[in-house]
């Protein structure tokens, strides 16, 4: 039991530090050397991996935004590149996009898979729902990958890391919270 709550506990800081990226970039910058930073978060990359690797049925970009990701960081490790280690958020916003366009095209979409957790009976009205959430969700990675690129080849860090960091984030929120509310209606509307 105790080893299930520490590999639990273990994977969520995992997570938020893989979250907390461009932070972790930015303010290590100001005490230590690049290698060390990023040497540092592809040590965390790899941790996760071999903790969550059994939850790839519910998250399919996960091995290939980390494979990337992990290459990005690879790649800025060698060449001593902090333009390449601004990557990462796009390189993850990229697979996510695809991730979620493949799934409108193969089915079912990434946002289904998560509604059925939930609801394992879900409607043909509930399917069409998540295909349109999900068709949303496409257009905000396309919209945070522009922006995000923008950020990396702006060659600002402070304003890299504040976006990529926290904006995105709150985007995002903003994004999840409008849908669970919309979708509480959208619920009650079709019961009456």
Same mark, same amino acid.
């Given at each position: 039991?105790?080893? !299930?709550?520490?590999k639990?506990?273990l #994977?969520i800081?995992?997570i938020?530090?893989?979250?907390?990226?461009?932070?972790?970039?930015y303010?290590?910058?100001?005490?230590?050397e690049?290698?060390?930073?990023?040497?540092?978060?592809l040590?965390?990359?790899?941790?996760?991996?071999?903790?969550?690797?059994k939850k790839v049925t519910?998250a399919?970009?996960?091995?290939p935004?980390?494979?990337l990701?992990?290459m990005c960081?690879v790649?800025a490790?060698?060449?001593?590149?902090t333009?390449i280690? #601004?990557?990462? $958020?796009?390189?993850?916003s990229s697979?996510?996009?695809?991730?979620f366009?493949?799934?409108?095209w193969?089915? $079912?979409s990434?946002?289904?898979?998560?509604?059925?957790l939930?609801? $394992?009976e879900l409607?043909?009205?509930?399917v069409?729902?998540?295909r349109?959430v999900?068709?949303v969700?496409?257009?905000f990675f396309v919209i !945070?990958i522009g922006?995000?690129s923008?950020?990396?080849?702006?060659q600002?860090l402070?304003?890299?890391?504040?976006?990529?960091?926290?904006?995105?984030?709150c985007?995002?929120?903003?994004?999840?919270?409008?849908?669970?509310?919309?979708?509480q209606?959208?619920?009650q509307?079709?019961q009456s």
């Amino acid at each position: 039991m105790w080893v !299930n709550v520490l590999k639990t506990t273990l #994977s969520i800081v995992l997570i938020i530090i893989g979250v907390c990226y461009p932070a972790i970039v930015y303010f290590g910058l100001a005490y230590f050397e690049l290698n060390t930073v990023l040497l540092a978060v592809l040590g965390v990359l790899v941790l996760r991996i071999m903790l969550t690797r059994k939850k790839v049925t519910i998250a399919p970009w996960f091995i290939p935004a980390s494979l990337l990701g992990g290459m990005c960081l690879v790649g800025a490790i060698g060449w001593q590149s902090t333009l390449i280690a #601004s990557l990462y $958020p796009v390189i993850i916003s990229s697979v996510m996009l695809v991730s979620f366009s493949y799934s409108l095209w193969r089915g $079912p979409s990434v946002i289904e898979t998560f509604a059925r957790l939930q609801e $394992p009976e879900l409607d043909e009205r509930g399917v069409r729902y998540t295909r349109k959430v999900t068709q949303v969700w496409c257009g905000f990675f396309v919209i !945070n990958i522009g922006i995000a690129s923008w950020t990396v080849f702006s060659q600002d860090l402070a304003l890299w890391a504040l976006y990529n960091g926290f904006i995105s984030y709150c985007l995002m929120g903003v994004l999840l919270g409008g849908e669970f509310i919309f979708r509480q209606w959208y619920k009650q509307r079709a019961q009456s």
